[in-house]
């Protein structure tokens, strides 16, 4: 008995190390990240917080020249901050390009002083590229938004270097989530939602 206990043994120790690294190879998967202004960051969560394999959205600050600045200093203006989204997310589930699908389609392109009914630089769009690949995918994206794109007006979404991104306090991260009734309204009073359809059409938001 004591040979077969041995082989049951040994088969049993090498399944284990043949599962081990498979499983450590997934929870070690990288990340990537991906930062888009467009305008209100409330309302740049959603569309994103839908999609497979996003892990994570949360609202914050780039583009400015203050470290951590709070929302009531952005706000005030002079930080040089835009209100953005960061898009925590897998690529081997969810590519740079179907996010810049989404940001497109959540936004509009052609408005140079804010978004919708928020205006001001702060609420001004740009896609913020982390390294060459994406601002290569990004450059595409806004060539062909450029010639095929649903109107003929010039497209002030900007594409500029990523340098840092601030958190906004708790409160703000999925405020959708946490008071619905008053962000549906806001969204509905901005007239988001009208003028993505205006522009996209059936495609608006996704």
Same mark, same amino acid.
């Given at each position: 008995?004591?040979?077969?206990?041995?082989?049951?043994?040994? %088969?049993?120790?090498?399944?284990? %190390?043949?599962?081990? +690294?498979?499983?450590?190879?997934?929870?070690?998967?990288?990340?990537?990240?991906?930062?888009?202004?467009? #305008? =209100?960051?409330? =309302?740049? $969560?959603?569309?994103?917080?839908?999609?497979?394999?996003? /892990?994570?959205?949360?609202? #914050?600050?780039?583009?400015?020249?203050?470290?951590?600045?709070?929302?009531?200093?952005?706000?005030?203006?002079?930080?040089?901050?835009?209100? /953005?989204?960061?898009?925590?997310?897998? +690529?081997?589930?969810?590519?740079?390009?179907? %996010?810049?699908?989404?940001?497109? *389609? &959540?936004?509009? +392109? !052609?408005?140079?002083?804010?978004?919708? =009914?928020?205006? #001001?630089?702060?609420?001004?769009?740009?896609?913020?590229?982390?390294?060459? $690949?994406? @601002? *290569?995918? @990004?450059?595409?994206?806004? @060539?062909?938004?450029?010639?095929? #794109?649903?109107?003929?007006?010039?497209?002030?979404?900007?594409?500029? +270097?990523? $340098?840092?991104?601030?958190?906004?306090?708790?409160?703000?991260?999925?405020?959708?989530?946490? &008071?619905?009734?008053? !962000?549906? !309204?806001?969204?509905?009073? =901005?007239? *988001?939602?009208? *003028?993505?359809? @205006?522009?996209?059409?059936?495609?608006?938001?996704?």
């Amino acid at each position: 008995m004591k040979p077969l206990t041995a082989t049951l043994a040994c %088969l049993l120790a090498t399944l284990l %190390l043949a599962i081990a +690294p498979t499983a450590d190879a997934d929870e070690e998967r990288p990340l990537a990240r991906a930062t888009f202004a467009g #305008g =209100c960051f409330w =309302c740049m $969560e959603p569309p994103y917080d839908r999609l497979d394999g996003v /892990v994570e959205t949360i609202s #914050g600050f780039s583009g400015g020249h203050v470290s951590s600045p709070s929302y009531q200093e952005v706000v005030r203006g002079g930080t040089g901050h835009l209100e /953005v989204v960061q898009v925590v997310y897998d +690529p081997e589930v969810v590519d740079y390009e179907r %996010l810049l699908e989404v940001f497109w *389609r &959540n936004i509009d +392109p !052609y408005q140079a002083d804010g978004q919708f =009914c928020d205006r #001001g630089d702060i609420y001004r769009s740009a896609i913020f590229v982390h390294d060459d $690949e994406q @601002a *290569r995918l @990004a450059r595409d994206s806004l @060539a062909e938004l450029a010639a095929y #794109g649903p109107e003929d007006g010039p497209i002030d979404t900007r594409i500029l +270097p990523f $340098e840092a991104f601030y958190p906004a306090e708790e409160y703000h991260q999925g405020y959708y989530l946490k &008071n619905p009734v008053r !962000y549906r !309204y806001y969204r509905w009073r =901005c007239g *988001r939602d009208q *003028r993505l359809e @205006a522009l996209w059409g059936d495609q608006a938001g996704g």
